[in-house]
């Protein structure tokens, strides 16, 4: 844990030590904080986050020679993009967290590519890379803590050197959910076909 202190000084000098009469406001705030295990990136970029939970990241220097880490909140999946001007995705690597297998998908040239993607395993964009990518997967039932600013550690290399300020967007997965509309709507539909299949079978019912 460590502590941050705001402190509002009545005369706008520096606090004395041993006096604390000129003290006007004081803030402290209080964090959690544990060190990465061992083996985790020595340099991890962690986002700021916006009201609908988007996470932006304002790396000054990126490149294909480098791998930069980066880390936001955990859900059952993410989507990674590119911002204006950066340079492309050149390749992904996904930590061991989650299950451990996921599903990686991108769209190239107007058509949709997807394939399996083990933890530790470097993948590699086609030719001149792809500006967003969406990784799923993460099973539920892992429980990785969507606070947890070091949960999902991704490591992504560029096309060619320069800024990255895309975003990551969870995707979340709310265990015990009512179903979507959708499926709550097959789902009355085939009870409904299973009603009618009964009616014809049992005489009496007509």
Same mark, same amino acid.
């Given at each position: 844990?460590?502590?941050? +202190?705001?402190? @509002?000084?009545?005369?706008? #000098?520096?606090?004395? &030590?041993?006096?604390?009469? @000129?003290?006007? $406001?004081?803030?402290?705030?209080?964090?959690?904080?544990?060190?990465?295990?061992?083996?985790?990136?020595?340099?991890?970029?962690?986002? $700021?986050?916006?009201? *609908?939970?988007?996470? #932006?990241?304002?790396?000054? *220097?990126?490149?294909?020679?480098?791998?930069?880490?980066?880390?936001?909140?955990?859900?059952?999946?993410?989507?990674?993009?590119?911002?204006?001007?950066?340079?492309?995705?050149?390749?992904?690597?996904?930590?061991?967290?989650?299950?451990? #297998?996921?599903?990686?998908?991108?769209?190239?040239?107007? *058509? +949709?590519?997807?394939?399996?993607?083990?933890?530790?395993?470097?993948?590699?964009?086609?030719?001149?890379?792809?500006?967003?990518? +969406?990784?799923?997967?993460?099973?539920?039932?892992?429980?990785?803590?969507? $606070?947890?600013?070091?949960?999902?550690? &991704?490591?992504?290399?560029?096309?060619?050197?320069?800024?990255?300020?895309? $975003?990551?967007?969870?995707?979340?997965?709310?265990?015990?959910?009512?179903? +979507?509309?959708? &499926?709550?709507?097959?789902?009355?539909?085939?009870?409904?076909?299973?009603?009618?299949?009964?009616?014809?079978?049992?005489?009496?019912? #007509?």
């Amino acid at each position: 844990m460590f502590q941050f +202190e705001v402190i @509002d000084r009545r005369d706008g #000098h520096q606090l004395p &030590t041993s006096n604390n009469a @000129d003290i006007l $406001t004081r803030s402290s705030s209080y964090f959690d904080f544990s060190p990465p295990g061992g083996g985790a990136p020595l340099v991890i970029q962690l986002p $700021t986050i916006d009201a *609908s939970g988007v996470y #932006h990241f304002n790396v000054g *220097s990126v490149g294909p020679n480098s791998v930069t880490f980066i880390d936001p909140a955990v859900a059952v999946g993410y989507i990674y993009d590119v911002g204006q001007g950066d340079p492309n995705f050149a390749s992904v690597l996904l930590p061991d967290v989650g299950g451990g #297998h996921f599903d990686l998908s991108f769209l190239l040239n107007g *058509s +949709e590519f997807s394939t399996m993607l083990d933890a530790g395993i470097q993948y590699f964009f086609p030719t001149g890379g792809v500006s967003e990518f +969406e990784v799923t997967g993460l099973d539920p039932a892992a429980g990785i803590d969507p $606070t947890n600013a070091l949960a999902f550690v &991704t490591g992504l290399t560029f096309v060619r050197d320069g800024p990255f300020t895309g $975003t990551m967007t969870p995707l979340t997965a709310q265990v015990g959910a009512v179903p +979507e509309p959708g &499926t709550l709507g097959l789902l009355v539909f085939g009870l409904a076909g299973l009603g009618w299949l009964k009616r014809r079978r049992d005489p009496l019912l #007509h």
